[in-house]
């Protein structure tokens, strides 16, 4: 039997692969939640979940600290992994329909390099004002701030082409860059260090409390976006076209602007930059479910939950007692994809415009 992509765009294909991402991505939980220095098989880590809401069903951890790693260790991260790499994806995938193209990711407009700077300021500082808190507050609000920068030096006579808005995110991420190589040298050997690690991105030391507010942000964002996936549909018609059948193209592009300035910064602030996972996980959807955004939206979101719980498992796994930046393990998986996708492109539509 063999299935033709993209899928017809039918409500049975949408629940088809919504419904075959959910259970991949359980089953990715199960399996990294089971997977380390200690192993816990996944009817014990089943077990231990039914127990948890109040189920009194399957076995439990035999091991004596088995339910303490499930449950302040790694129930937290793989949660948190899950909430970025949606949050990640579902703003890539927003981002492309927004602007018309294919390239745009959340980088575009500055949230990444933005919650950089923030974090490194309050890092080379040494800025507590928040406590633990204060480096992810500092980089979700640099996020923020940047994004609306960006957007309020692209707007002219109150309209914002994409272009401009693409070309002023350009600049103020190379302004950045450079504000970021200033602290940097501004530093000492420990902040450098400090920095260089926050910009290559881990999930590692993730807690309840920042999953806490991590979760609802995210699904806050992820909803927006779905809410706003038909009037995508219609701008990608183009601006005239989407005005000629009543949509505010304006409001529109302002609405997604801060919803993914918001996601992206909800991300970056407690696992730092994570490449790669915005731009490639809507192409993939994209070959499987097609442009319609009613279920490339979503589907992106579950997508990038499953890419980035498989890619922090790899992290933690590949070398014994050793952590990998998860930036790292997704630009090494994200490059050969994206590459592979750009030949794709070219030798079926002759490349993306």
Known sequence: MSVSLPLPPTKTSRRLVLGVLTLMLLLALVVAAGTGQLQIPANEVIGSL??????????????PQGE????????????MAALVGAALA???????????NPLAEPGVVGVSSGAAVAAAAVIVFDLATFGAWTVALAAFIGGLVTTFAVY???????????VTLVLTGVAINAMAGAALAFLMFLGDTSAREEIIFWQMGSLNGARN??????????????????????????LALGDKAARHVGIDVEKLRILAIVVVAVLT???VSFAGIIAFVGLIIPHLMRMVVGPGHR???????????????????WARTAIAFADLPIGMVTSLIGGPVFFWLLRRARRTAGGWA
């Open 50 to 63: 039914l127990h948890k809401v109040g189920l009194d069903w399957g076995a439990l951890p035999s091991h």
């Open 68 to 79: 303490a790693t499930l449950w302040q260790v790694r129930f937290p991260r793989l949660v």
């Open 90 to 100: 579902c703003a890539g995938a927003v981002m492309q329909g927004v602007f018309g």
């Open 152 to 162: 309020l030096l692209a707007r002219d006579n109150g309209r914002t082409e994409v």
């Open 209 to 234: 409390e920042q999953v806490a507010i991590v979760l609802p942000i995210a699904l806050l964002g992820i909803v927006a976006s779905i809410l706003i996936a038909r009037k995508l549909d219609l």
């Open 265 to 267: 910064a909800a991300a």
């Open 295 to 313: 279920a490339l939206v979503p589907a992106s979101a579950l997508g990038g939950a499953v890419l980035l719980v498989f890619a922090d498992l």
